[in-house]
Nanobody
Framework: QVQLVESGGGLVQPGGSLRLSCAVS????????MAWYRQAPGKQRDLVAS???????NYADSVKDRFSISRDYAKNTVHLQMNSLKPEDTAVYYCHAHSYGNNYWGQGTQVTVSS
């Protein structure tokens, strides 16, 4: 069982930045891929960014050139750096791990972009 704990969400003004962190209960070397998803009220949960074991990354078109996903092997943590935030980025952000057919989710962290 893999446990994921997100942190770093909050209220930020448009144009600001936030860095989300996902602490993983196991070595991230053992995971096939890690990702961040988000879900706005009344909408489906969508992929924001992902990173595979080999380091390949993928981003939603709406966040390309603004968001960056990275890993810290020493701390078993995955980060999502979010820059130039927009009101439409407001959502609950979820950390996701995929490991040999199993999917794991964190509890989510709220990100609100508002003036």
């Amino acid at each position: 069982q893999v446990q994921l704990v997100e942190s770093g969400g909050g209220l930020v003004q448009p144009g600001g930045s936030l860095r989300l962190s996902c602490a993983v209960s196991t070595s991230i070397f053992s995971l096939n891929a890690m990702a961040w998803y988000r879900q706005a009220p009344g909408k489906q949960r969508d992929l924001v960014a992902s990173i595979t074991r080999s380091g390949s990354t993928n981003y939603a078109d709406s966040v390309k050139d603004r968001f960056s996903i990275s890993r810290d092997y020493a701390k078993n943590t995955v980060h999502l750096q979010m820059n130039s935030l927009k009101p439409e980025d407001t959502a609950v952000y979820y950390c996701h791990a995929h490991s040999y057919g199993n999917n794991y989710w964190g509890q989510g962290t709220q990100v609100t972009v508002s003036s």
